[in-house]
């Protein structure tokens, strides 16, 4: 199973447009480790029989029980190998998914804008992801919390093993509501995020219209409500910042005049990225390929989350940093599976390999191949100069 997973998270790196591409034998698109790992037709077969709950045990009306014990395992682990730090954030993340798929969604914000919906908390310093809840609708698997709604109990659940520990938490106006982070401030957690003007408990602003850079605060003594205008009204609730404007070190171009913001404003703006920026680095390497199968692409996200997690790990241990897909490569040597970088590799048949004579001054018109019967088996050899091509 590891020289399968080294196969899969090799496949992140080494991009072909299909999977068979990657035992081609043509020397212009040949990669020779994965001849080394796996043959073709049993990475196939592997691929085909992958599966992870037995289905005469499984709770069969469970959404997500095809993968249900996998993600379980992985959130539980990810929560018991890193302690946050103070600074938490919570957002979604689009797995793509275009085919049929009951709980499927659509975002048009996101790059994707179909696909799989997580709900994703991460810790802001280091980016490492601690908890993720799939959306799938009203069996969605959270704890309701009365008078929160969805989102505020999507957030009271992953939050809920580090309550009471003086966390700050920073989410969007899908989330904010004055009545969460009230319940947030009882169970000694701060909050921050934008939020929409017309969430029940959200007091009124002012109705003249605000010149660019214009800001209004209003606080009732534990939460701080700010309208601020930029291109457009932006509202923003917190129970840890107050009604202050700090310079953002840039200057207006126009002016001359140095830019000032509201500082919720300013951490909003440095402490929200972390899940866009957990699934931007994933990327340029994920292994998640196109299948009939959706279960079988939320496992590969998620091994590309616990792969991206062990990084982050890795760097707080050790103090080493190194790139993410130098990373990667040294956990597939470790798991025994991609060849060391300082073994020799050896295209093609000797006579390929042997250096120019004296002579010689250009490169061949054309390189032709003999067929030559070894043991009842066709192999392929290169002729040598001046060689001549027989036909069978």
């Known amino acids: 199973?590891?020289?399968?997973?080294?196969?899969?998270?090799?496949?992140?790196?080494?991009?072909?447009?299909?999977?068979?591409?990657?035992?081609?034998?043509?020397?212009?698109?040949?990669?020779?480790?994965?001849?080394?790992?796996?043959?073709?037709?049993?990475?196939?077969?592997?691929?085909?029989?992958?599966?992870?709950?037995?289905?005469?045990?499984?709770?069969?009306?469970?959404?997500?029980?095809?993968?249900?014990n996998v993600l379980i395992s992985l959130t539980s682990a990810f929560g018991r190998v890193f302690v946050p730090y103070k600074d938490l954030c919570i957002d979604e993340?689009?797995?793509l998914w275009k085919g049929r798929l009951a709980f499927r969604q659509y975002i048009p914000s996101k790059r994707h804008r179909f696909g799989v919906n997580f709900f994703v908390m991460c810790d802001v310093k280091t980016g490492f992801v601690q908890e993720i809840i799939v959306y799938t609708g009203s069996a969605t698997d959270i704890k309701h919390y009365e008078g929160l709604g969805v989102s505020g109990s999507v957030v009271m659940t992953m939050l809920s093993?580090?309550?009471?520990?003086?966390?700050?938490?920073?989410?969007?106006?899908w989330y904010s509501s004055p009545t969460l982070f009230q319940h947030l401030l009882s169970n000694s957690t701060g909050a921050c995020g934008t939020v929409r003007s017309n969430r029940k408990g959200m007091p009124a602003f002012?109705?003249?219209?605000?010149?660019?850079?214009?800001?209004?605060?209003?606080?009732?003594?534990?939460?701080?409500?700010?309208?601020?205008?930029?291109?457009?009204?932006?509202?923003?609730?917190?129970?840890?910042?107050?009604?202050?404007?700090?310079?953002?070190?840039?200057?207006?171009h126009l002016t001359g005049e140095r830019l000032i913001k509201p500082d919720c404003v300013l951490d909003y703006n440095l402490k929200m990225g972390a899940v866009d920026k957990a699934d931007m680095i994933n990327s340029f390497v994920e292994c998640t390929r196109k299948t009939n199968k959706w279960y079988k692409n939320i496992f590969f996200h998620l091994i590309d989350t616990a792969v991206l997690n062990g990084s982050i790990v890795h760097r707080q241990l050790t103090g080493k940093v190194i790139t993410?897909?130098?990373?990667?490569?040294?956990?597939?040597?470790?798991a025994g599976g991609a060849p060391h970088p300082?073994?020799?590799?050896?295209?093609?048949?000797?006579?390929?390999?042997?250096?120019?004579?004296?002579?010689?001054?250009?490169?061949?018109?054309?390189?032709?191949?003999?067929?030559?019967?070894?043991?009842?088996?066709?192999?392929s050899a290169c002729l040598a100069p001046g060689e001549v091509s027989r036909g069978r």
């Open 342 to 379: 300082s073994a020799p590799i050896h295209w093609g048949s000797s006579c390929c390999r042997q250096s120019p004579t004296p002579h010689c001054t250009a490169f061949p018109c054309k390189v032709l191949l003999k067929v030559v019967a070894h043991g009842g088996i066709a192999k």
């Open 93 to 95: 993340s689009l797995m």
């Open 1 to 68: 199973m590891y020289t399968f997973l080294v196969t899969v998270l090799l496949m992140g790196i080494v991009k072909k447009n299909s999977l068979r591409e990657y035992w081609s034998t043509d020397l212009m698109f040949a990669t020779l480790s994965f001849a080394t790992l796996f043959s073709q037709d049993r990475f196939l077969v592997l691929l085909r029989c992958l599966h992870f709950v037995n289905n005469a045990t499984a709770i069969l009306s469970h959404t997500l029980y095809k993968i249900r």
């Open 324 to 334: 993410y897909q130098k990373y990667r490569e040294n956990l597939m040597r470790a």
């Open 206 to 252: 002012g109705c003249r219209k605000m010149q660019r850079g214009e800001v209004e605060f209003q606080e009732n003594g534990q939460q701080l409500a700010v309208k601020w205008h930029d291109k457009r009204d932006v509202h923003v609730l917190s129970t840890v910042h107050t009604a202050t404007m700090s310079a953002t070190g840039k200057v207006d």
């Open 161 to 173: 093993p580090h309550l009471g520990k003086e966390h700050t938490l920073y989410v969007d106006n």
